[in-house]
């Protein structure tokens, strides 16, 4: 199960990492004795699951636990209408078992190539006014801790510990399974919307409320979003609606080709886009796990920040200013999101209904200037940084956006007292483990 590997990635290969031991495990008491041995060793561990976030998260110089093999689907109970998958397990395959048992996951992102552990960990959200970030269907999961003991936890057992776990940046140990909660398949109608950027804004808590899941996307130098709106319905699949899952990936590959451009002229991009432009995209039924998420092989670098609902109005007009005056033209659209509020006490969506407003662009560094620009802005409006994104926040900026920072603080202390799970970007974030904060009811 160890394996001599030497540079490990994130899928977007702008951060990698040289792992000293870099452990595959297959079954969990492969975890647990990964875990004791580090312990043993006075070495860190980190896990990765896809490596999809943009950011250090998963990097570590000690031991690396690729869950890429730890993967594959448990136990589907149609009776309590739950899934029970090991933490590698990808969206897909999960999506795929369910759809074969008449049940699917209630909303997912835009991906579904990450790990069910790596999504709970960091946050991930999809999009709907009446729908918490991912995490929120989780009914119950099991951590493998810092001594090796693995911890079922539910919310009926230790719900403060639960909802920790539920958004824990794996700073708490190893999320060896989980049991999600679904509902029965359904299919979604795909309408595909455009009007005038400040027209939306002005009503945009009516349009957020005005279907099951709502988006749009915006170039940040024209006065126009392309809207979408998935509405819940009975009727079938529309024909041919396997091939309009693959129009996003096309449009990304359309930036992507906009984006090599920018990198010599970057005033280029505007017109490239024009250029490429593809036809308007068409209304179309399929199966809600095949509209939510579609192929993403064109890599980029993004930054997503989830601010109060009511301050996405402001936050687009104040980047419509900073971006046409910063120059430098991502060919990719600020895309907006919706969600409810949650109560996991790291989770970006907690205690308020949120608007997410996500910027993402090529992976050279001028590009990535303008994500700096967009994340002192954001963050000016009461934003918190997407943890699996690009971001340059710290402890301090972090933890008065948090309202139970303590809480959760005092959960790592308890679990994780000698930092085992921290590395780089855990103590940039969240700061050093305090032992002695043990107590938190
Ligand atoms: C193309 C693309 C599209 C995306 N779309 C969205 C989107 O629509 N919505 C959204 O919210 N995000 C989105 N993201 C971000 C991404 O989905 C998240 O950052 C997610 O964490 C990635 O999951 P992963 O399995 O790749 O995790 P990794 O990146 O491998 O790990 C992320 C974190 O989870 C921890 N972790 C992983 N497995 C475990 C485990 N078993 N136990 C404990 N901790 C663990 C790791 O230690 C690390 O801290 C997108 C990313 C990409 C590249």
Known sequence: MTERRHIWQTWSRTVRCR??????????????????????????????????SFNQLACTEDVLLDLSRYTGVLDIDRHAMTVTVRGGTRLAEISAALDGAGLALANIGTLDAQSVAGAISTGNHGTGIAHRPFSAQVAALRLITSDGTALDLADDTDPELFRAARTSLGALGVISTVTLRCVPAFNLRSVPGGERLDGLLDRFAEWAHSADHVSFGWL??????????????DEPPTRGA???RYATTVDEMRCGLAGLAGRWRPAAVPGMKR???????TEYVDAGHRIFSFPQPIKFLALE????LESVPTALRELRVALRRFGAYSPYSVLVRVGAADDSPLSPAYG??????????????????ILRTAEHLLRDLDGRPHWGKAHTATAEVLRPRYPEWERFQAVRGKLDPSGMFCNEYIGRVLGPVDAARQVYS
């Open 220 to 233: 940040p130098w024209t006065e126009d979003v392309a809207t979408r709106a998935w509405h819940r319905t």
């Open 242 to 244: 396997g091939r309009q």
């Open 305 to 308: 920040h989830a601010l109060p």
């Open 275 to 281: 250029i490429l432009a593809s036809g308007a995209p």
């Open 19 to 52: 792992p000293a031991q870099w452990v595959a495990p297959r079954v969990e008491g492969q975890i647990a004795e990964a875990v004791r041995a580090a312990a043993e060793g006075g070495l860190g561990v980190r896990v990765a699951g896809a490596g999809h």
């Open 352 to 369: 308020r209904a949120t608007g997410y407003v996500n910027l993402t662009v090529p992976r050279t560094a001028r590009y990535t200037e």
